[in-house]
């Protein structure tokens, strides 16, 4: 019944018949109200049916009409005054409906965000998407506008690298030192961020710039760019007051669309505060779920480390730098002996290096390429997607990092930090068919094969919906070229890469979950470890495993098949395994990753209810040793396990939801042991054992489940916070959302067995007149920005 008044209400709203319209929402209220039983049953439901089906839709998107706000905004009015009217006994309602119905409060308050979603993004959306029409930079040509955000994220990706060492201990290097939040941030104050933040927040809203130009000037892009044509006095992101608000503008549109996000897809609820001293309306978004969204977070965080962590070691067991530097630097040279005497940018068209010598430079290409191989399934490594082998996907980026890292080693020996003129050989606008066609030489490849290669890391003028910066760092400038820049391909995350060739070309990728299940029950199979350096698997005490396959028609005559039995004591486990992606947006970890979790979780039901109904064929199909009586439902623990972290550690329905090497740990690797660094000596002492009791048992699991190790030192080194969008005038609101940050580094405080000392936030320095400008343009203070901060 609700999917046939979702249905009315979406072709209603199509044929503008607002009336019919109202009466459907109605119709779909009383649904859910009549459904509503327990108070633990009800998750917003209709407030997530209403995002999710698109029947709310998204006001700052630019299909978004001045009358879709009119009417949506009418219907949700007129649909607030008439439930509270129904529970208003003062008021007769009898003739619409039975004097006893009351509307649950929770409904209500599901009207109530979305009004209030409405009525605050719509309003941002206008302002905002005003400011970037009407603010100088926006009036620039189109090269020079794309030109001016890729150059300055170049350089300040340069500056962070030029000042590395002010942000990590020099004696010990733990990866993490960049993600913890300890730098004021310059929107607000006694609000932190860090370095990683700052570099983040820097790429979403060039990200937002990037897809505002191409949409605004997707009919006029040239066939091609001359270099002289390119008006290079105008491409000069420091010392501009109208390029630093612009900036502003994209961070703002950043924070509206992450946050609008996270309302759709129930991360956050709305609530309206009236008016600050200013008489500025507030909005507040707070967590919707806690746990849900620190799991979130915490996956993030685990994901950063271990690929973190393989880097470090990677560099220190594999990479000889002065080796890779000497042939980088004859390559330097090489690049820098075929430029035009006079040219403001770098040209690679007369670069066509030896073979040999471009291939053993490639070596921090491949750690990062060997990094994702080692964390990625070989499913997905071999898979083909749309005649583009992933693998040679990889490959193909190594190419391109390389030669991004040749053109910034040569940019460094001929750009001069006072002559903000010269920064522009920090980039090169480059022709496509020079990447493809050097990639073919190189590698041997088919041209056209290194055609299709080159193309999954354009971002298109047209149809780029689907593209981000992240995964397509090549600019287009023109149809025939791009904009090449070292810093967008070295923050290209090669796991989101991958993910998208799988959405973008609606890949099925369920075969992974056969490998998926064999490799998990072949881990658990062979035993666990104890300390540090033991080598050999013992069998787990109190536990035994399945290994037949267990398949048959059930109670209900249907067919059911086990994934993972195991017996712990007297208690049985159903495991479900569900072979996941990693997800890096809202969307599709709630519209498909989340539909994978909660298809395990019903499925889980159904098999412990078969287990007690279809004893005798249970009991006999197993390899392991069962009681004559079936478990009863208090004696049966069903999890539900992702190779995601996404969703660790969850609780629903009575079903646990982790992921496998959280899972795995629990019985392969109880000991969890610290290192201690003492000059050249290394200490390992075990610093928790996991069986409390020397061997595992139920209760204990059913607790290290929901709060494991694997997530233990990042959950206690976080901590909440509100993030604020800025707020530039008074035709602005304001807007605070909730949010995680990581305040202390975990892996040190692992590593060194020390109590946890809270980072303090570095606060701006007092900047005298003679230091050099902050702005980066080489001259001092009192001679650049102190100037205009005094007009």
């Not at 990037?210 to 006095?233: G, M, Q």
């Amino acid at each position: 019944m609700v999917k046939d008044i979702i249905n009315q209400i979406k072709d209603a709203y199509e044929n503008r018949d607002w009336k019919k319209c109202e009466f459907n929402l109605f119709l779909l209220i009383m649904s859910y109200n009549t459904d509503i039983r327990e108070v633990e049953k009800y998750n917003h439901n209709l407030k997530h049916t209403l995002f999710r089906t698109n029947i709310i839709r998204n006001p700052i998107s630019v299909k978004y009409t001045s009358e879709d706000y009119k009417y949506t905004r009418q219907i949700l009015a007129n649909i607030l005054k008439l439930v509270k009217s129904i529970n208003n006994h003062d008021i007769d309602t009898s003739e619409l409906i039975r004097k006893e119905v009351t509307i649950d409060d929770r409904i209500i308050q599901d009207i109530c965000d979305v009004a209030i979603y409405i009525e605050c993004f719509y309003h941002m959306n206008l302002v905002n998407s005003k400011r970037m029409d009407e603010c100088k930079i926006s009036s620039l040509p189109f090269v020079e506008q794309l030109m001016n955000v890729v150059l300055f994220y170049q350089d300040q990706a340069r500056l962070i690298m030029d000042n590395y060492n002010e942000y990590v201990d020099k004696d010990f290097i733990t990866g993490m030192e960049l993600s913890v939040s300890n730098k004021q941030v310059t929107h607000y104050e006694n609000l932190s961020c860090s370095v990683t933040d700052n570099i983040e927040s820097n790429l979403e809203s060039m990200n937002q710039i990037v897809h505002y130009l191409f949409f605004k000037n997707k009919k006029n892009i040239k066939e091609r760019v001359e270099k002289t044509d390119i008006k290079f006095e105008l491409i000069h992101p420091y010392e501009d007051r109208e390029f630093e608000m612009y900036l502003y503008i994209a961070l703002q549109r950043h924070l509206l669309c992450k946050i609008e996000e996270g309302v759709r897809y129930g991360y956050y609820s709305a609530k309206k505060i009236r008016k600050d001293e200013q008489e500025i309306p507030i909005y507040s978004f707070c967590f919707e779920s806690d746990e849900k969204y620190k799991a979130r977070y915490i996956g993030i965080l685990r994901r950063e480390y271990q690929y973190r962590n393989h880097a470090i070691l990677n560099c220190i067991n594999k990479v000889d730098i002065y080796a890779t530097n000497k042939k980088m630097q004859v390559l330097v040279n090489e690049l820098i002996s075929v430029q035009i005497e006079g040219s403001l940018i770098l040209d690679l068209d007369k670069f066509h290096p030896d073979k040999r010598i471009f291939k053993s430079a490639e070596t921090a290409s491949k750690v990062k390429q060997e990094i994702v191989k080692m964390l990625t399934k070989d499913y997905y490594l071999e898979s083909n997607i749309k005649g583009v082998k992933i693998k040679d996907l990889l490959c193909a980026y190594g190419y391109l990092y390389t030669l991004s890292e040749i053109l910034y080693w040569a940019s460094g020996q001929l750009i001069n930090e006072k002559k903000q003129e010269t920064y522009a050989k920090e980039l090169s606008i480059v022709d496509i068919s020079y990447l493809s066609g050097e990639l073919s030489r190189i590698y041997d490849f088919n041209i056209d094969y290194a055609d299709k290669m080159i193309d999954r890391f354009v971002f298109h003028e047209k149809k780029n919906n689907d593209d981000d910066i992240f995964a397509q760092p090549l600019l287009k400038i023109s149809k025939s070229q791009v904009i090449f820049s070292q810093a967008l391909l070295d923050q290209v995350n090669l796991d989101r890469v991958i993910e998208r060739q799988f959405i973008r070309y609606d890949k099925k990728y369920s075969e992974v979950g056969v490998i998926f299940q064999s490799e998990f029950l072949e881990i658990l199979g062979r035993g666990y470890k104890g300390k540090f350096f033991d080598i050999k698997y013992k069998p787990i005490p109190n536990f035994s495993l399945n290994t037949n396959k267990v398949e048959y028609v059930a109670f209900d005559g249907k067919d059911v098949e086990f994934d993972v039995i195991s017996v712990l004591g007297d208690y049985l486990i159903l495991t479900e395994l569900k072979a996941l992606m990693t997800s890096y947006d809202f969307k599709d970890l709630e519209v498909k990753r989340k539909g994978s979790v909660e298809k395990a979780v019903q499925q889980l039901k159904r098999r412990a209810k078969s287990v007690v109904c279809d004893w005798e064929k249970f009991k006999e199909l197993v390899s392991i040793q069962l009681p004559d009586k079936p478990f009863d439902e208090e004696h049966i623990i069903m999890v539900a396990c992702t190779d995601a972290f996404d969703f660790t550690p969850l609780r629903y329905d009575n079903v646990y939801i982790t992921d496998d090497s959280t899972y795995l740990k629990y019985f392969t690797n109880p000991y969890i042991d610290s290192i201690e660094l003492k000059a050249k000596d290394v200490n390992v002492r075990n610093q928790i054992q996991l069986w409390k009791k020397g061997y595992p048992y139920a209760q204990e699991f059913k607790e290290y489940l929901m709060n494991p190790d694997t997530i233990r030192l990042f959950n206690e080194n976080i901590e909440k916070h509100n993030v604020v969008v800025p707020v530039m005038d008074k035709s602005d609101v304001g807007i605070f959302c909730e949010d995680y940050r990581l305040v202390y580094d975990p892996v040190m405080a692992m590593v060194s067995g020390k109590k946890k000392e809270k980072y303090k936030i570095v606060k701006k320095k007092k900047i005298y007149p003679n230091d050099l400008c902050p702005c980066g343009s080489g001259r001092k203070y009192k001679n650049c920005c102190k100037n205009k901060k005094d007009k």
